[in-house]
């Protein structure tokens, strides 16, 4: 639904994405950060998905690096490990691009490109840039009633082999959201999903299904036990 005045497209119930109501889904809510979405246990194919609780939902301050300058942190994770299938929440605050433009001005490629290139730590401007071109490409971007920007995207890992995965490595889909701190600081709450190449179109109306449930509370609708990521940013408890 788009608004003739300001030309934003509103999220529906009806979406151009590849998206099936088909599958079984459970659905997490995470009243720390103030995040919910569905996630699939069974896909399209019957395959079911034992998919183990590996990092519990906790507050940014105190959750696991995934990169060496500490921004990217990993608030939740589930693993199958028989099928290689990983889905995970991170949260990072905003930054180059994202940090000098409000959402509105974004779109799911410099979404994409921001948060994966600072998290990549390549070696070089020119690694960093050669890795986007080659690996991700951006989707649909929605607002939500509540006037939430969503950013979609899928970006692949190639060539990375783990248990179950093959040497086409893996394909991922990620959906991010931004929401403002204690202070103007933004942070990017991002949805990813991934598995082996070997079973993404199996699993990709799945995550696309996935992806389209996430949403974060807005600010004065998060939960009582909301922990704002920049709330003791020290803390380790």
Known sequence: IDDEETGVEFISAVKNVPAARQGKFEVLRDPILSYSYKYPVESTQGMKLKLLQT?????????????????????????????????????????????????????????????LLDRLNAKSIEE???????????????????????????????????????????????????????????????????CPETIWEEMKPLFYEAANSFRIDPLGRTSEEYVPPDKDPWAIL
């Open 128 to 194: 960093g840039r050669r890795y986007l071109e080659q690996n991700v490409e951006g989707g649909e971007s929605y607002q939500d009633e509540d006037g939430t920007f969503y950013f979609q995207y899928e970006h692949l890992e190639p060539g990375k082999i783990t248990s179950g995965s093959s040497p086409e490595g893996r394909h991922n889909l990620a959906v991010s959201a931004a929401r403002k701190g204690q202070g103007d600081t933004l942070y990017l709450f991002s949805l990813n999903m991934g």
């Open 55 to 115: 990092r519990k939902p906790e507050k940014y301050s105190s959750a696991a690096p995934l990169s060496s300058n500490f921004r990217h942190r990993i608030v939740n994770q589930k693993l199958d490990f028989d099928n290689a299938v990983v889905i995970a929440m991170y949260v990072c605050p905003a930054i180059g691009f994202l940090k000098k433009f409000p959402p509105q001005d974004w779109t799911s490629q410099q979404v994409a490109d921001t948060i």
